[in-house]
């Protein structure tokens, strides 16, 4: 039957509109912590202000060697920054400390042991303080000045023997007795001197060392991020350390001597750390040995 199409526009006018949609549902409440890249492209949670370091903070700490060719820039970054938290020395392998000059063929030589950081700054000053302002040599040994007397050689180092007379420098508690825990190298030319003095020496003390190398390059701004790296590595290490102390009896006999349960456990989990720390970090590739003093 046919239908009057007035009729089908008034009853459209007239029919109840339809219920609107529910209102959107209101916005997840933001995280407490959004993780934010630093500059090594690590996470905040992966970066040392963010927990890393603070597990040296009290009980049992490991103690640190840092080592660059000079003594000057990779390592003494990295010796400033563990300082505040761990016991920590540094030195350089190569013969002589070399820093750059006014060309590539007239560096700024100096002698290990016996040249103070103030003097090379004193005299980097009065050479031409713009050039050396500009390349960052002076802020550098500025910063050193301020972490310890001079530059060391491996090399010359007497494992074992007291360091009382290096009291002033930075993190030198705990360090008097003149041995470590654990040696960092910051290239590898540097980690092959020192594995190879190691085996000279024929270790005397008969005391156990982790020789890792985390290779930075040698300018300002990576000697930085590698710093962050290593202090990060340097909490994994000592929590591990740490948590064997604890849950072994008697963990004290021994350890030094590389025997007992809690010792022998530390030294099982360096390498799984390590490779932990090396995904963090895959831009610094690293290598590890256990040598002997």
Same mark, same amino acid.
């Given at each position: 039957?046919?239908? =009057? +199409? @007035? &009729?089908? $526009?008034?009853?459209?006018?007239?029919?109840?509109?339809?219920?609107?949609?529910?209102?959107?549902?209101? %916005?997840?409440?933001?995280?407490?912590?959004?993780?934010?890249?630093?500059?090594?492209?690590?996470?905040?949670?992966?970066?040392?202000?963010?927990?890393?370091?603070?597990?040296?903070?009290?009980?049992?700490?490991?103690?640190?060697?840092?080592?660059?060719?000079?003594?000057?820039?990779?390592?003494?970054?990295?010796?400033?920054?563990?300082?505040?938290?761990?016991?920590?020395?540094?030195?350089?392998?190569?013969?002589?400390?070399?820093?750059?000059?006014?060309?590539?063929?007239?560096?700024?030589?100096?002698?290990?042991?016996?040249?103070?950081?103030?003097?090379?700054?004193?005299?980097?000053?009065?050479? =031409? +303080? @713009? &050039?050396? $302002?500009?390349?960052?040599?002076?802020?550098?040994?500025?910063?050193?000045?301020?972490?310890?007397?001079? %530059?060391?050689?491996?090399?010359?180092?007497?494992?074992?023997?007291?360091?009382?007379?290096?009291?002033?420098?930075?993190?030198?508690?705990?360090?008097?007795?003149?041995?470590?825990?654990?040696?960092?190298?910051?290239?590898?030319?540097?980690?092959?001197?020192?594995?190879?003095?190691?085996?000279?020496?024929?270790?005397?003390?008969?005391?156990?060392?982790?020789?890792?190398?985390?290779?930075?390059?040698?300018?300002?701004?990576?000697?930085?991020?590698?710093?962050?790296?290593?202090?990060?590595?340097?909490?994994?290490?000592?929590?591990?350390?740490?948590?064997?102390?604890?849950?072994?009896?008697?963990?004290?006999?021994?350890?030094?001597?590389?025997?007992?349960?809690?010792?022998?456990?530390?030294?099982?989990?360096?390498?799984?750390?390590?490779?932990?720390?090396?995904?963090?970090?895959?831009?610094?590739?690293?290598?590890?040995?256990?040598?002997?003093?």
């Amino acid at each position: 039957m046919a239908t =009057d +199409p @007035r &009729l089908a $526009r008034t009853v459209a006018r007239t029919a109840t509109p339809p219920n609107p949609p529910p209102p959107p549902p209101p %916005p997840e409440a933001a995280p407490a912590h959004t993780p934010s890249l630093g500059l090594d492209g690590a996470g905040d949670e992966d970066r040392p202000d963010a927990g890393g370091s603070q597990r040296g903070e009290g009980g049992f700490k490991l103690k640190f060697c840092t080592v660059c060719a000079s003594n000057q820039n990779r390592s003494m970054e990295a010796h400033l920054r563990l300082s505040p938290h761990y016991p920590v020395l540094s030195f350089g392998t190569g013969s002589l400390v070399r820093l750059p000059g006014p060309s590539i063929t007239q560096p700024n030589v100096y002698a290990f042991n016996t040249t103070s950081y103030n003097h090379m700054y004193s005299e980097l000053s009065t050479k =031409d +303080p @713009r &050039l050396y $302002r500009a390349n960052g040599l002076l802020n550098m040994l500025e910063r050193n000045k301020n972490v310890k007397w001079g %530059p060391e050689r491996w090399q010359d180092w007497a494992i074992g023997r007291p360091r009382l007379e290096h009291a002033s420098d930075k993190g030198s508690g705990g360090t008097e007795a003149g041995v470590v825990d654990v040696v960092i190298t910051c290239e590898e030319r540097c980690w092959d001197a020192v594995v190879e003095d190691l085996l000279n020496r024929g270790a005397p003390l008969n005391r156990p060392v982790h020789v890792i190398n985390v290779d930075i390059k040698d300018n300002h701004e990576e000697a930085l991020v590698g710093g962050n790296a290593i202090v990060d590595l340097a909490g994994c290490l000592n929590a591990a350390a740490r948590e064997e102390r604890e849950g072994a009896v008697g963990a004290e006999e021994g350890w030094s001597e590389g025997t007992g349960k809690a010792r022998s456990g530390f030294d099982e989990r360096v390498p799984e750390i390590l490779a932990e720390w090396q995904g963090r970090w895959p831009h610094l590739p690293a290598l590890w040995t256990l040598a002997w003093f």
